[in-house]
């Protein structure tokens, strides 16, 4: 469960103060795939971040299972599970040797971190790539491999920043499904995107985000009865007052 | 602890599963360093002795006003030959080393056994004219002490009794030191690949990994930040000093096998190897702290990299000031970082004792320094900056 309350966040840039983040709030509970929808640079990415903990918000506050990101970092990190929009594999190291070393790191015994890869290979389909040293990797096994690496410690919480950015559609697929499980086995799911089917399909609550505020929130149902739209993608244009930064 | 051992562990594995890049920054120095010094003794010891020993051609001036000097320097291995017609341009212009000049009076102050003016024409700019001067005044001298002794036992003086005083010269240094001298860049090859030896993976695995975006993914997870920096540091210093165990090991093998020269007798020993490697261990550590300091603090490795030529010239300062001001060998010395390491490489290059308190001084200072270069890159490994890139 990820409550986040009036978050704010400026960046300094060469023409001035930018406002990435300008009150954000929402919460995501157990059990649910809560999607963050806006456009490119609204502000998703930093909302995230400041989720898991690598940034510091300058207003507001965000708990996860009830602590807080800032005051108690390390024990939000030890319940999150972070894909970031940089995935970051490294690619001398196979995808086992990726997903163990962040099991270590997560304090895991050699043990655990062997059956729980064994758990992911199946559930992701890594079966084909898992030995291979993952420079040369498809957009898709090594967004799978990130995917992996982020829940080798059972997460109760996972937050994936456009987790199906570049991927093909079967890949795409697959991973829905994946996603699906992960609900289904009671965790709370934060993922961000730009493509309106996708979190229509997937997300039980939308947090539609433009220019760093949430314009509006709910299920995909409340979203279209709002707008007056019958269509997500139109509503969501709607809700956002303009079309840019919109790819389907 | 345990995070500091993973970290390191997979810093490694990640590097040495990058064979071209492994083996250019482990074999590089080890095969071309002791290829450098021997081959640039080899050619110092070729020069030095074709230039004392062989035929030594001096154009003489007025060769004609003293025939009997010049059947002496004949005997001394020096060949008079035709002087040039302008021996000052001659000089100038580099075509002599040096040139005898005997004045039109030459022969009358002979004849009346006064004083006779000789000139030798050199240039002291150049170094390779040393060696020429220096025999040519050698034998000059030789020249003045026979003629004047045979002069005073024409008249029935003994010729000793000119010589007030007779200076005599014994040099006590030892030999190890005689051939320490010969290696006083040395101190200087050692501290470099020391300090920068790896550089390229310190500056890859914070600003490159930084660049490559999977430093954001690895300060999600819990482990302190501080363990996830010291296991980097950890990598870099163990390549560190790996590589310098084989640049010393390289060392040993063609100092040995030298046979002969400048680096004859130079203590390489294991012992002596074992003290340089303890020596260099605080300036591993030094460089590598430092430069993760640098790598956290830029915003890419072309940024990191561009301070590389300016760490370089680092090491050779304490050299420098040694050389326009000599000092002798003080306490304070082993504190100074770059100094300290040179002094204490020479002394065990010179096979001399480096006292318990010179160790302890040294070892303190230069761990001391690492210490507090790591607390500052700790600091900066806390920036939110530093986790997000793009």
Redesign the interface.
């Known amino acids: 469960m990820i409550q986040v309350e009036n978050l704010h966040k400026t960046f300094k840039a060469r023409t001035g103060l930018v406002r990435a983040v300008d009150g954000v709030s929402f919460e995501a509970p157990d059990g649910r795939i809560t999607g963050l929808l806006g456009p490119n640079g609204a502000g998703k990415t930093t909302t995230l971040r400041m989720l898991y903990t690598l940034m510091r918000p300058e207003q507001g506050r965000v708990l996860v299972d009830g602590h807080d990101v800032v005051s108690d970092a390390g024990r939000v990190r030890r319940s999150l599970g972070v894909l970031p929009d940089a995935r970051g594999v490294y690619k001398r190291l196979t995808a086992r040797e990726n997903i163990a070393y962040f099991g270590r790191l997560h304090g895991l015994d050699e043990a655990t971190v062997e059956q729980r890869t064994a758990q992911l290979v199946e559930a992701l389909q890594m079966e084909d790539f898992i030995d291979r040293q993952t420079e040369g990797f498809s957009q898709g096994q090594r967004t799978k491999t990130a995917i992996a690496r982020a829940l080798v410690h059972d997460p109760s919480n996972v937050i994936l920043d456009e987790p199906t950015n570049g991927l093909d559609v079967m890949t795409t697929r697959g991973l829905r499904e994946f996603l699906k499980t992960l609900k289904a086995q009671g965790r709370c799911v934060i993922l961000s995107s730009h493509i309106m089917q996708e979190v229509g399909l997937l997300c039980d609550h939308i947090v539609i985000i433009a220019k760093g505020k949430v314009m509006a929130q709910g299920s995909a149902e409340q979203l279209r009865r709002t707008s007056g739209e019958d269509n997500l993608e139109d509503a969501f244009v709607r809700l956002i007052g303009s079309d840019e930064g919109l790819a389907a | 602890m345990?995070?500091v051992w993973?970290?390191m562990r997979?810093e490694l594995?990640?590097f040495f599963?990058?064979r071209r890049t492994m083996m250019l920054g482990l074999l590089m120095a080890p095969l071309l360093f002791p290829a450098l010094i021997l081959g640039m003794g080899a050619m110092a010891e070729s020069r030095a002795r074709t230039q004392l020993e062989s035929t030594l051609e001096v154009p003489v001036s007025g060769a004609e006003r003293a025939p009997n000097l010049v059947a002496y320097l004949e005997t001394r291995n020096i060949e008079v030959i035709d002087p040039p017609e302008d021996p000052h341009t001659a000089i100038r212009e580099q075509r002599y080393d040096v040139i005898l000049d005997i004045p039109v009076d030459y022969p009358e102050s002979w004849r009346q056994s006064r004083p006779a003016l000789v000139e030798v024409l050199y240039d002291s700019s150049r170094q390779d004219s040393r060696i020429p001067v220096r025999r040519v005044e050698s034998a000059l001298r030789a020249y003045s002490r026979q003629v004047s002794a045979m002069r005073l036992v024409v008249r029935g003086v003994d010729p000793a009794l000119g010589q007030a005083v007779v200076s005599g010269r014994r040099d006590l240094s030892t030999p190890e030191a005689r051939r320490g001298m010969a290696l006083s860049f040395l101190p200087y090859l050692l501290i470099l690949s020391a300090f920068l030896g790896g550089a390229y993976l310190v500056i890859d695995i914070t600003a490159g990994e930084r660049e490559?975006?999977?430093?954001?993914?690895?300060?999600?997870?819990?482990?302190a930040r501080e363990a996830?920096m010291s296991g980097k540091i950890a990598a870099a210093c163990v390549f560190g000093m790996l590589s310098l165990l084989l640049i010393l090991l390289s060392f040993k093998l063609s100092f040995q096998f030298a046979g002969s020269g400048p680096f004859r007798g130079v203590d390489v020993s294991f012992a002596a190897m074992a003290k340089l490697l303890a020596i260099l261990a605080p300036m591993v550590l030094i460089g590598t702290t430092l430069l993760t300091l640098i790598s956290a603090s830029v915003k890419s490795v072309k940024e990191a990299q561009s301070y590389m030529s300016v760490l370089m010239l680092l090491p050779i300062i304490p050299t420098v000031i040694l050389l326009i001001s000599p000092v002798k060998n003080q306490l304070w010395m082993f504190a100074v970082p770059f100094l300290a390491q040179n002094q204490a490489i020479l002394m065990v290059l010179r096979a001399e004792t480096v006292e318990p308190l010179e160790w302890l001084v040294y070892l303190g200072a230069g761990l001391g320094l690492g210490l507090l270069l790591w607390l500052v890159a700790a600091r900066l490994y806390h920036r939110?900056k530093l986790?997000?890139?793009?």
């Not at chain 2, 986790?387 to 793009?390: H, K, L, T, V």
């Open positions: 345990k995070t993973t970290v997979k594995l990640d599963r990058d490559r975006q999977s430093l954001e993914p690895l300060l999600a997870t819990p482990s996830i939110e986790a997000i890139s793009g």
